[in-house]
């Protein structure tokens, strides 16, 4: 049982990632992008090897931004169970669960139509997102979704926004904040050392909170863009729904958010498509900062 709580999964976004600086940042290909997707791997090594050092293992890192293909592994600590694109089932976006005792979060952002940086939920589509009248935040989905294989939400790191809600919805949640960015390159070492201790404290803290696991009704209210960003200039729509299911609830919101108008049965296949594209992308990163040593 000691042996299960020291095992840790981190799950690692981008948006409040440490060379993160703005939308561009978040973008898929932009040179703003690879730059960030070096610094948030550079923000995860750190933290897991300050959880190597206390002897924590296994520690599964799962890349959760975008395509699902973020993390230049060849720069992650040797040991680490790399989990890389998404999977269906039976844990949204993980697939099967992690060998872990307790969840960190890393990178993340503020719920959908709240103050924040770059602060959204699941996609920037919805422009506002409720249950029970107040912001969904993502953690709460994916806090939730590991609760109910017991696992506990433990650490957090986001801009404060992002850190304040958090820290309301699941007491007990340590969280570090980041700062608003961008920073020095010394800013961002100190930072991501602050950052490294704090994940230490709190994976050896004795208590971690319970299991986090929402019980409904939940009643669902967003407004939706009918375009994506960039297309013609969109209509807002607003939709509701209720369940007293967690998991329906998150399946909802994710074939909303992804796959409005992809059949069921065509989910596996329009994810391994999705994966060969970020597989794709993060090579031509690599490739790009190797030639260069700067995507600039
Ligand atoms: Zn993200």
Known sequence: MAGSMMSIVILADIEGSSGCTDREGARWLTRDWIAACREMTFDVRAVVVALQALGIAPITVVDFHRTGFNLFSELLPPGIRLRQGYR?????????????????????????GTEGFLAHTLTSRFRRLTVNGRPLAEVELFAGSLGAWGIRPTFFSGCPVACDQAAARISGLAVHPVPSRPMTKAAREEWRHSL???????????????????????????????????????????????TNSFADLYWRLLRQAYFPSVPPGWLPLALRAHAVMGRAGLALARRRWDRTGDPR
């Not at 969109?234 to 209720?242: H, L, N, V, Y």
């Open 88 to 112: 269906l089932r039976p844990i949204p976006g993980l697939g099967r669960p992690p060998e872990a005792g307790r969840a960190f979060f890393l990178g993340m952002h503020a719920a959908a």
């Open 196 to 242: 490294a201790e704090a994940a230490s404290r709190a994976a050896i803290k004795h208590e971690a909170p319970p299991p986090y696991r929402p019980t409904g009704p939940f009643h669902v209210q967003f407004r939706w863009k009918t375009h994506p960003e960039g297309a013609q200039a969109g209509r807002e729509e607003e939709t509701a729904f209720s």
